[in-house]
Each structure stands twice: as C-alpha cells, then as structure tokens.
C-alpha cells in the first residue's frame, strides 16, 4: 500500500507510524530501570513528585455526583500507575466523572492531551478518582500520569529520558515524540459512511509536543520497534528479576472486574504490558506479553514459540474488540 490514498510513497517496514497505546510498554521498562537504580520504589508514594495528587478524593459510587466523596484511603504508588490501578482512567458509560474528564481534555485518546505535562497534573489533580487507589484497574491515564513521573523523577525532558534510556543504547534511530510530516503517512478511521482521514501528516505528531506521553505520543518503525521487544525478551534491557516482574501478571479477580473487553479473560497486566495467562496460537500462549495500539499497531512476545513480532499499520482499529488475527494466522502456520 501507501502512506495515503493519494501519496506515490509506499507503505514500507521503516515507515514512521504512530503507535499509540504500544508506547506503553516503554514507560514499563523505563520504571523498571529507575527502579533498579534506586531512583523510584514500587511502593513509594508520587506525592514526591506529583504533589498535584496528594491528598486525593474518592468518589463514593463511580457513577454518582462529583461532589459525593471521601478521602483516599491510601496514596497513589508507583505500583498503581505501573498496574494502571491508581483509581482513573477510561470509563466506558457515561457518568459525572466522564463527562468531566472529557471537558477538562485529559481522556485517553490516539493523540496526547493538547496542553503541559503540568497543566494535566493540576486538571488531574482536580478530579475524584473513580476507585480506591489499588482497587480497580482501569485504563490509559495512569500511563500519562506515570510519563510526568519518569520526568519529574529523572530531573530531565521526557524526550530525553526515552532517548538515553531506551533509543540510544539499542540503536531505534527513529523512535521519537514526533517526526515531519514528509516522513509520516495519513492516518485513517473507519466510520459508517467509508474511511475518513483521522490525523494527516502535518497535524500533531509532526511538531514538537506540549505533553510528552508514553501512552500514546510516540512515532516509531516496525525495525525499530522488534528492537525494544527483542532486548526485553533476551535479557539485555533489564536485569532478570525486573524482566520477569515487569511482563507477568499483578492484577487479581477483583482489580480485573470489568477490565474487558480491554483485557480478555485469559489476560493480565504488568507494568506497562498485556500478559497472557492462557491460551494458544502466536502471542496467546501462556506468559507471552504485548499490547496493541488504538492507531492500528500491535507487538508482542511468544516465549512458548520463541517468537517477537510486530505490526504496524495506518488504520484505526475499530473499537477494543478489533484484533489483528489477519497478522497472527498467517504466523501460527509458519510455527
């Protein structure tokens, strides 16, 4: 194919896409560094960095008004935000919380929120969470939340961060927060009236961003991207015991209630991963981790198959019960 349908340019395996979501598992790794290195401890609360979220409410019904509350029982952790269960996120129906999060442009989303890494810190800050810190899981905004930590925490850019940590010692030249748009192809939605173009080269991702996220602000190639999975999978990212902390499952029944369809019933969460628990073909088997993002990409690792593989395309995917199974059934026949 090609970068769009009316570009010359071709699609092609060093083509710089947007990989929303499928930057998570970076942030994991970076964690889990700063964790060997002493910077952060899993059980540490962020209010050392993140004074913004001390003292915070909970709401008393997840659905109820926004000024029916009671104070957090305990304070958010590092761990939380690793597990996504420090108590906000995505919420899926409509409540007070919701509608509130919408307007204050701090949702989760393929685009990072338009504004300062510290301006979504105070509007975050303003809100009630929905659960209990540890209680629940619930998606993406811990994520966001925990790239203002890796920066505060480091004293550095977010950019700079990835860079020294992640990009620079195993050689992803073209991973990064943004890049031009004669580099970038159109990204495409699919609505009930055809496909319509959701973000064109030059819009965000083209320019230097406001908010430098993890969960979901990066560019990167399929190359580059087997890099990162392939160091995690052969123990020269991490240190042994972080690798196998980071890619194994820590939620229990109780934080996984109405996770799906995000995570199925035979998936967990690491830091910053989707985990296997059971099942079979590529990337199902028992212990293989990954992710997808919402851009239309995914990556995993098979360890049952000694197996990585990635794939990136420029479609949305159509909701969180799309799949990439034209990817992974051509794999299990070569398995």
Not at 278 to 304: A, I, K, L, M, Q
Not at 318 to 323: E, F, H
Request: proline content about 8%; glycine content about 10%; overall charge negative.
């Amino acid at each position: 194919g090609y970068r769009a349908f009316d570009s010359v340019h071709p699609m092609e395996s060093t083509t710089r896409c947007r990989i929303a979501s499928l930057g998570k598992p970076l942030g994991g790794a970076i964690v889990a560094l700063m964790i060997d290195e002493g910077i952060l401890e899993l059980d540490e609360s962020v209010e050392r960095w993140l004074p913004e979220l001390a003292d915070m409410r909970v709401l008393k019904n997840p659905t109820g008004p926004l000024d029916e509350t009671v104070a957090a029982a305990t304070p958010i952790t590092v761990e939380h935000l690793l597990t996504l269960t420090n108590g906000i996120g995505l919420i899926f129906e409509e409540t007070p919380l919701s509608t509130a999060i919408a307007e204050q442009g701090v949702g989760p989303g393929a685009i990072p929120p338009q504004m300062s890494a510290d301006e979504y810190l105070k509007r975050i800050g303003a809100l009630p969470l929905a659960y209990q810190p540890g209680e629940r899981w619930m998606y993406s905004m811990g994520s966001d939340i925990l790239s203002v930590l890796i920066a505060r925490a480091s004293g550095k850019p977010l950019a700079e961060v990835v860079r020294e940590r992640i990009t620079e010692p195993l050689g992803m030249s073209a991973t990064s927060f943004f890049a031009s748009a004669e580099e970038l192809p159109t990204a495409y939605t699919t609505t009930p009236t055809g496909i319509e173009v959701f973000d064109p080269p030059d819009g965000p991702f083209s320019k230097a961003p406001a908010f430098e996220t993890l969960a979901c602000g990066i560019v990167s190639t399929v190359p580059d991207f087997l890099k990162f999975l392939t160091a995690l999978a052969d123990g020269a990212l991490l240190p042994a015991e972080l690798q196998r902390r980071m890619t194994s499952g820590h939620l229990t029944d109780e934080q996984r209630v109405g996770s799906p369809p995000l995570l199925d019933e035979n998936m967990n969460w690491g830091w910053q991963v989707g985990v296997m628990m059971d099942g079979t073909g590529p990337g199902r088997t028992p212990g293989s981790y990954g992710w997808n993002g919402g851009t239309g990409t995914t990556g995993f690792v098979d360890r049952e198959n000694d197996l990585v593989a990635c794939v990136f395309s420029q479609r949305m995917m159509a909701g969180p019960a799309d799949n990439f199974d034209y990817f992974v059934k051509p794999l299990a026949t070569l398995l």
